[in-house]
């Protein structure tokens, strides 16, 4: 009988996550240290230290950009952290072998994971420390997001001290939508935030909320005082338009065009220089703005909120289909394997994929309570969500997916979804 080979996803599965080898997690630590502190004149106030806490604990920290390992992990050494990561990240073939070897814990971003409380559990039984990014994913819009459902609960759950790293900056180093690295400054502030008592005081809810608290941060309203400027290399501006896809004067969609340091509507010419501090200046007295991309953003929310309050509401795209590999890694920075194409749906009634998966009819369909968002590989030209424990990418034909990530959003809370937002967010206004 010929030998099981076993899957990359059957050997992901089996791993029984340990505490990282300290000696290799120092050494590139403190080359991490060296590399990037200086360059991307990072700045970090430590109110209270964790490095002080004799056995386990976890720190939490807003999800800036894909450099946040250095904004927490690299802040804290000596202390040495078993992170939580995106599981898809793990069949990358230039992440796949340090992941396993700093013993990172694999999560299936916005669906419940079973294998990744049990090994949070592992660590945290073994005094380890765990290093969380609540949100789930980096930031879009260059703000956070509410905390992913069962947050607090799982706070709750260990009942260990929590700490919090609050990065400023760390966005506009390192945008979504535009994957250039762009030097200035981070602030990164480090506190304590529940010890173990007020962890058993609190209900799950109450937990949630302060996370949500603690880890609010807005890069673009924080810059709007701090003036910090940012090397874009003349391209600070360029695919700005994937996330500002709405004229704010003529309501035209997909019309806006972000290249080098200008965003401009291709249909009124309504539009903006953006600056290396990422304010605007008008192209001239007659454009329309908001005062920061990131309320431009949260314009299109509640513009897409709006549109929902039809029963009709419909989005319908033309995609491949990305799927992760069985048995050997993803190359050359891809994040799946493109396995069919069909036609992606929303609408009240939920997300619907139609089309092929290996040469053969394949569809899904997600109710919207099912589905509060998607997750988000790289920048913003694909999506991806889990259906029945699997990981399907989707890459549209058209530079649409800021809306759909909007409605998809907010049909969710429409419709009875656990993952609210914010109490004090205007979108229905």
């Known amino acids: 009988m010929a030998k099981h080979r076993r899957t990359l996803a059957e050997r992901l599965h089996a791993r029984k996550i340990k505490k990282p080898p300290t000696l290799i997690y120092w050494i590139l ?7 990037y502190f200086k360059k991307l004149g990072l700045q970090v106030d430590i109110r209270e230290d964790p490095r002080r806490c004799k056995g386990p604990y976890i720190v939490v920290s807003n999800h800036a950009s894909r450099l946040d390992y250095i904004y927490t992990g690299a802040v804290l050494l000596p202390h040495t952290f078993n992170f939580v990561a995106g599981y898809n990240e793990f069949f990358r073939s230039h992440l796949a072998f340090i992941f396993r070897l700093l013993q990172v814990i694999p999560k299936k971003n916005f669906t419940p994971d079973i294998y990744t409380i049990k090994e949070i559990a592992r660590v945290i039984r073994s005094g380890g420390r765990i290093m969380l990014f609540p949100e789930g994913m980096s930031s879009i819009g260059g703000g956070n997001q509410p905390c992913a459902i069962g947050s607090g609960k799982l706070l709750k759950h260990f009942g260990v001290p929590v700490y919090v790293t609050k990065i400023s900056g760390g966005y506009l180093t ?12 981070v602030r990164v502030v480090v506190d304590a935030l529940f010890s173990p008592e007020q962890l058993k005081q609190m209900s799950a809810d109450e937990i949630q909320r302060a996370l949500d608290l603690a880890i609010q941060n807005d890069d673009y309203e924080w810059n709007r005082i701090a003036k910090v400027s940012y090397d874009g290399r003349g391209r600070i501006a360029h695919r700005l338009h994937t996330l500002l896809y709405r004229c704010p004067r003529c309501g035209g969609e997909f019309t806006m065009r972000g290249e080098g340091e200008t965003i401009r509507c291709l249909g009124c010419g309504n539009g903006a220089r953006l600056n290396a501090d990422y304010s605007f200046t008008p192209l001239d007295e007659t454009c329309v703005l908001p005062e920061t991309p990131r309320r431009w953003f949260d314009e299109e929310r509640k513009h897409v909120y709006r549109a929902l309050l039809d029963p009709a509401f419909c ?11 069985k ?5 050359q920075l891809a994040t799946s394997l493109i396995a069919g194409e069909g036609e992606i749906r929303l609408d009240h009634g939920g997300f619907t994929y139609t089309g092929t998966k290996d040469g053969e009819p394949f569809s899904f369909h997600l109710e919207p309570k099912l589905l509060p968002t998607y997750g988000m590989c790289t920048d913003v030209s694909r999506v991806y969500t889990f259906f029945n424990g699997e990981f399907y990418e ?7 997916v800021a809306k759909w990530l909007l409605a998809t959003e907010e049909l969710h809370r429409m419709h009875g ?13």
């Open 29 to 35: 630590g403190y080359l991490w240290r060296l590399l």
């Open 174 to 185: 390192s945008t979504k939508y535009c994957l250039d690295e762009r030097p200035g400054e």
């Open 315 to 325: 989005l319908t795209e033309r995609v491949r289909l990305g799927v992760l590999p």
């Open 327 to 331: 048995f050997e890694p993803l190359k």
């Open 394 to 400: 989707f890459f549209p034909e058209t530079e649409c």
């Open 417 to 429: 979804g656990e993952w609210k937002q914010f109490p004090w967010a205007d979108t229905y206004a």
